[in-house]
T-cell receptor, first 113, second 116 residues
Framework: DQQVKQNSPSLSVQEGRISILNCDYT??????FLWYKKYPAEGPTFLIS?????DKNEDGRFTVFLNKSAKHLSLHIVPSQPGDSAVYFC????????????FGTGTKLQVIP | GAVVSQHPSWVICKSGTSVKIECRSL??????MFWYRQFPKQSLMLMAT?????????EQGVEKDKFLINHASLTLSTLTVTSAHPEDSSFYIC????????????FGPGTRLTVL
């Protein structure tokens, strides 16, 4: 049972444009959502998070939006840069923190120069 | 800071043998270490959570006798895949949380296990 879903396995975006990565979840108990970025041969690194009491969190070029009623969140990267090319994992937790997170399947983002 | 290493980065073994994977926090003490496995085109699945000096807590469906976890110190956890079979071939990733600070997980680079 995949509780966190990323339906787009890959995404290609032109440099300078906006990248939008989507994530859906089924467990209404999730109260904390995280995005991780993973380069080949490296472990995932934390990128940005959002608590269920918010609907938006922004950090530089990265913004995460949460729509609780739709059980949907998205990561916006603007402007996209070639260095953003990586696999992005959406993750969720019921503990309000980083532990015991449930990961999505990942979306491979390619930013074309 | 907050670097986690894994050794080996890849390993090939024969069916029936055991393989040990090490996870080390290089520049911090880790209260808790996590072990994940990832099959191709699938998500990271948590296998177990371990705290230094105590028995690991395994997720449902993970065989504790097959995947032995030892967390002997605040900087080292090991995962031993016993009597490995081809279906155990996967990508194994560990993560660790700091002794002091938030409970953010810092991930290792992963170990690719191929069982022939």
């Amino acid at each position: 049972d995949q509780q966190v879903k990323q339906n787009s396995p890959s995404l290609s975006v032109q440099e300078g444009r906006i990248s939008i990565l989507n994530c859906d979840y089924t467990n209404s108990m999730f109260d904390y959502f995280l995005w991780y970025k993973k380069y080949p041969a490296e472990g995932p690194t934390f990128l940005i998070s959002i608590s269920s009491i918010k609907d938006k969190n922004e950090d530089g070029r990265f913004t995460v939006f949460l729509n609780k009623s739709a059980k949907h969140l998205s990561l916006h990267i603007v402007p996209s840069q070639p260095g953003d090319s990586a696999v992005y994992f959406c993750a969720a937790s019921v503990t309000g923190g980083y532990q015991k997170v449930t990961f999505g399947t990942g979306t491979k983002l390619q930013v074309i120069p | 800071g907050a670097v986690v290493s894994q050794h080996p980065s890849w390993v090939i073994c024969k069916s029936g043998t055991s393989v040990k994977i090490e996870c080390r926090s290089l520049d911090f003490q880790a209260t808790t270490m996590f072990w994940y496995r990832q099959f191709p085109k699938q998500s990271l699945m948590l296998m177990a959570t371990s705290n230094e000096g105590s028995k690991a807590t395994y997720e449902q469906g993970v065989e504790k006798d097959k995947f032995l976890i030892n967390h002997a110190s605040l900087t080292l956890s090991t995962l031993t895949v016993t009597s490995a079979h081809p279906e155990d071939s996967s990508f194994y990733i560990c993560s660790a949380t700091r002794l002091a600070g938030t409970d953010e997980q810092f991930f290792g680079p992963g170990t690719r296990l191929t069982v022939l």
